[in-house]
Every structure is written in structure tokens, then in C-alpha cells.
């Protein structure tokens, strides 16, 4: 009798382990995080963070649908296994048992990392009054009545959190790159540059971060035997990046591109968009956008290059 069959008969559930294939998900495979704190504190910028190292992020969630939003991530696997839930006082008119929430997921098998947000009175006073805006829970008091009442409800969330991040004397950029290094692992925190290949009668990419300009090149629409052919065909491409200063032209922007990566990162930034232009985008832009992103393959930056115009003629 097999095994298969015998669970059956057991009324038990057979598994892909049972059978021999691999084992089935597990709720511990779903990487959970909540996002708690103090009003003011840098809520938002983490969730962003999270969003920018590939967490799908509920904000202001009710604490009563946690566990219902971690089966759902669960049950639809992919990018929702990486969830991010983010809880303020708005979410606590429903619940304010959080260290309740958290048990029950942990009872099902879910293992949430709770990150806790806090800055010093005197900084999150300072944040409130920079943008004239009321503490939620001050009511008819001061800003400091509504810190003080709100530093209470999160009293034990803030002993149970698994980290927490005390932004007082951290900027924007700081709290994100902090986040970054707790969930993003290095893949989800580098500059991912696309090489952008266009032709200027079509009218300039709305998203470019730089542009650059191949029209100074001999355009091999003019050389019979290469008219039909394009930028990505070894004929056209050797015939472009054979010409006087295309490989300097190459060379320069590359250098441009290695020596300004570094301080993109820091600043946030993920996406990069170089936009190489001719007429037509047919042949010395796309010669020249392959080209380039191959270098910078090479220098260790992800890069790939894209064809906006390529076929339109």
C-alpha cells in the first residue's frame, strides 16, 4: 500500500514531501514586518524603504486584519510573501492590543519582525511644528499631552519590538538606508541603470536622467548595405563604434555613469535612466546604448539596454 494512499485513508492531507516532491510552503516562509512608532517618528520613510527593497506595504492597517492580510500574502505567495504592515493611531481605534495581534500570528505559524519607530520629544515637537500639524491624540492640549498619552498605548509594543530605530538625529536618506540594511540585502539597495536607445524626431524619453546626444556619428542610414539593418546587427554596430570618437563618446559616459552611482544610492535613487539619441533610433543609438550598457555590466552595475523607437520606421 503506499504512503500516499495510506494518509488518505488516515484522512490526513498528503503533502508534496509525502510523495516525494519538495516540500510545501510553510507560513514561516512569508516574511512578515510591522511597522509601529510614534507619530512623527519616520513611519512613512521606512514604508517606502520597505517598498523600495520589493515589500508589498498595507498602510494604516487595522490591528483585527493582521493575521487575515498575513494569510492572504501567504495563500498568494510571490511578491506578497514580503509584506509590510504599517500600524498608527488611526489602526489602534480598532484594537490597541498589538502584542495580542502579534501572538496570533505567531500561533499560526507566522514569524513577524515588529520595527519600532521613536525620536525624543524635543525632535518630534520640532516635526509637528515645522509642518503645523496637531498631534492625533492631543485633543484640546498640547503637542506634548499628545506624545506623552500616545508613548503610553505603545508602552508594550515598544519592550516587545525586535527592532527599534531611534531617529532623533537621523535625516531622510539615514532612516532609509538603516531600513534598507535591515530587509534589502545588498541586490535591493543598488542603482539599476537603463541604457535607453530613442530617435529625436520622435521626441525626448519624458524619464531621462541624462541624455545623450549620437548625431555627431556618420549615420549608417546613408551606406546602402547597412539601411536595413540596425543598431543591435554585428554589420552596424561595428560600423558605428568604429567611427572617429564613438569609443571615447562611450568611454566618457560610462565614467560618467561609475563615478556618480555611489552617491545616487546614498540618495536614494534606484532606477537610472541614460537616453542615447539619433534621428531615427534605429542605428547609432541603439549601437551605441548596447554598447554602453555592456561596459557597465562590466564595471559591476546592473544595467540592460531598451529600444523606445527601434521598429517604428
Not at 534621428?279 to 543609438?285: E, L, M, Y
Amino acid at each position: 500500500m503506499s504512503e500516499a494512499r495510506t494518509a488518505e485513508e488516515r484522512g490526513g492531507t498528503t503533502t508534496a514531501a509525502a510523495v516525494g516532491g519538495p516540500p510545501a510552503p510553510a507560513e514561516s516562509d512569508t516574511t512578515l514586518v510591522v511597522v509601529t512608532g510614534l507619530s512623527g517618528g519616520g513611519r512613512s520613510t521606512v514604508a517606502r524603504a520597505l517598498e523600495n527593497v520589493g515589500f508589498y506595504v498595507v498602510d494604516n492597517l487595522p490591528q483585527a486584519l493582521m493575521l487575515d492580510m498575513a494569510e492572504l500574502a501567504f495563500k498568494a505567495g510571490g511578491a506578497a510573501r514580503r509584506t509590510a504592515m504599517v500600524l498608527d493611531v488611526r489602526s489602534r481605534a480598532f484594537s490597541t492590543d498589538l502584542a495580542g495581534a502579534i501572538r496570533e500570528l505567531k500561533e499560526r505559524g507566522f514569524s513577524p519582525r515588529v520595527v519600532f519607530v521613536d525620536a525624543d520629544d524635543e525632535v518630534l515637537i520640532r516635526r509637528f511644528e515645522s509642518v503645523r500639524r496637531s498631534h492625533p491624540l492631543q485633543g484640546d492640549g498640547r503637542l506634548a499631552d499628545g506624545i506623552a498619552v500616545e508613548r503610553g498605548l505603545l508602552e508594550e509594543a515598544r519592550d516587545q519590538a525586535d527592532v527599534i530605530i531611534d531617529t532623533s538625529h537621523l535625516n531622510v536618506n539615514q532612516l532609509r538606508r538603516r531600513v534598507e540594511e535591515l530587509f534589502g540585502g545588498e541586490d535591493a539597495r543598488r542603482l539599476r541603470v537603463t541604457v535607453l536607445s530613442f530617435g529625436f524626431k520622435y521626441g525626448l524619453p519624458p524619464d531621462a536622467d541624462f541624455v545623450l546626444d549620437a548625431r555627431f556619428l556618420p549615420n549608417p542610414y546613408w551606406v546602402p548595405e547597412l539601411r536595413e539593418h540596425t543598431g543591435r546587427e554585428e554589420a552596424v554596430s561595428s560600423y558605428v563604434l568604429g567611427q572617429e570618437g564613438a569609443d571615447a563618446f562611450v568611454a566618457t559616459y560610462a565614467d560618467l555613469v561609475n563615478a556618480t552611482t555611489a552617491g545616487f544610492e546614498r540618495e536614494g535613487k534606484r532606477y537610472l535612466t541614460v537616453a542615447v539619441g539619433c534621428t531615427g533610433g534605429k542605428h547609432r543609438s541603439v549601437a551605441i546604448a548596447e554598447e554602453l550598457a555592456a561596459r557597465l555590466r562590466q564595471s559591476g552595475i546592473a544595467a540592460n539596454a531598451q529600444h523606445r523607437d527601434l521598429g517604428r520606421e
